[in-house]
């Protein structure tokens, strides 16, 4: 299977405030994107997308998409669409169990990446025969692609998913290849 994994285009949100599962707009026109995007992708493939505007908008830009809830971003909880200077030292918290840690009344990137990787088990069992694409957020893509390349989840956090570029992993009984990467 040809997996291409798209991350969303620029948010429209200031730098240095908190947004996760926040349903932000885009600061880079979706349709702009997708034709920078359409000639490195197959003529023909499955689409599907996290139900976040970021993402729905342009994948809707690139086809008809299936949108799934388990691709959004991670959720934030009382942090969402706060600046990281207002939330102060919490963030310490976050950074010495970067996989655990849940902010007030959200998730933890553990908990984002089991329903990621829900996802991708189902994707795996129907065995696709045609190219597949998803547009998501940089969370559930690192996840994913993690996964797939059998690097520790510890590692993942280094897989950085550049807004509005898309990676191609193929996926084969024998194994699975990184083909490129943010093209």
């Not at 505007?53 to 949108?67: K, Q």
Request: with cysteine; proline share 7%; charged share 25%.
């Amino acid at each position: 299977m040809e997996l291409h994994l798209i991350r969303h285009p620029r948010p429209d949100v200031a730098a240095g405030v908190c947004y996760g599962q926040a349903d932000v707009g885009l600061a880079e026109a979706a349709d702009a994107v997708a034709a920078r995007l359409r000639p490195v992708l197959p003529g023909r493939f499955a689409l599907h997308a996290s139900p976040l505007a970021r993402a729905r908008l342009l994948a809707a830009e690139l086809g008809t998409p299936a949108l799934d809830d388990r691709l959004k971003e991670m959720h934030f909880g009382e942090w969402e669409l706060r600046p990281y200077a207002e939330i102060g030292a919490a963030i310490d918290a976050w950074a010495e169990d970067p996989l655990g840690f849940r902010a007030p009344g959200g998730e933890s990137a553990h908990e984002m990446a089991a329903r990621a990787l829900d996802w991708l088990d189902g994707l795996l069992a129907a065995a696709p025969r045609e190219p597949v694409v998803v547009v998501a957020h940089g969370g559930p893509l690192r996840a994913i692609a993690g996964h797939l390349l059998g690097l520790p989840a510890e590692r993942w956090l280094a897989l950085d998913f550049a807004c509005g570029h898309v990676t191609r992993i193929d996926v084969e009984d024998w194994g699975v290849v990184l083909k490129w990467f943010n093209r």
